[in-house]
Structures are given as C-alpha cells and as structure tokens.
Nanobody, 123 residues
C-alpha cells in the first residue's frame, strides 16, 4: 500500500518561507501525485496546489505567486515551496496520491493521504 510522509512544516513569521516535502513509498506505475491540500481548524480541507505531468500546475487563488509545487520522480517526492507566508496560511498541510487501475473489467481509484505537517505563521 502506498505510504506518504510529509515533512518541512514549522513555525515562521509572516513573510517567511518553508519548503514542504512528501516522500512516497510503494509507488507503482499506476500511482501518481495529485497535489497539496490544507486544513485549518474548524475549516474544510482545501486544495492548495495540483501538479500535472505536462507542467500546467494549478494553484488556489490565495497562494498564486507565492507557492510553487514540484516533484522529483527519481526520489518519489513531492514538494511545496511556500514564500511570503501569511497568517492565513496557517493549517495542517497534506499531500495526496492516487492509484488507478482495472479489476475484473472495472476501473478503480484509490486515494492516499499522508499524516500531515503543521504550518504556523505568526504576524
């Protein structure tokens, strides 16, 4: 089963930077990174950045121009560079991967999440 381990979170002041990493294990040819999500207390989980194989990565409006998503296929690791951090970026950050395939003629899709890494930005 796919395992994802996030790291790189921490406490920074507004304007600071952090680089998150999501290391994956047991990836197969049918598994791929989806992107980064975050969840603040008492709020729903939201998408932050999505990575695409053709490089057309997408970002939430709130982080455009400040966050950059990337990956290293040789290391099976997904990254999120976060610059110019704001207090409203405070949340638990999660990475997500998906595995797709066919079983008995039916397509399946399994989604995997890491345990999260906390980002706290103080003003």
């Amino acid at each position: 089963q796919v395992q994802l381990v996030e790291s790189g979170g921490g406490s920074v002041q507004a304007g600071g930077s952090l680089r998150l990493a999501c290391a994956a294990s047991r990836f197969t040819t049918s598994t791929y990174f989806v992107g980064w999500f975050r969840q603040a207390p008492e709020k729903e989980r939201e998408g932050v950045a999505r990575i695409e194989n053709d490089g057309s990565n997408t970002y939430a409006d709130s982080v455009k121009g400040r966050f950059t998503i990337s990956k290293d296929n040789t290391k099976n690791t997904l990254y999120l560079q976060m610059n110019s951090l704001k207090p409203e970026d405070t949340a638990m950050y999660y990475c997500r991967a998906t595995e797709t395939g066919m079983v008995a003629g039916a397509r399946y899709e399994n989604n995997y999440w890491g345990q999260g890494t906390q980002v706290t930005v103080s003003s």
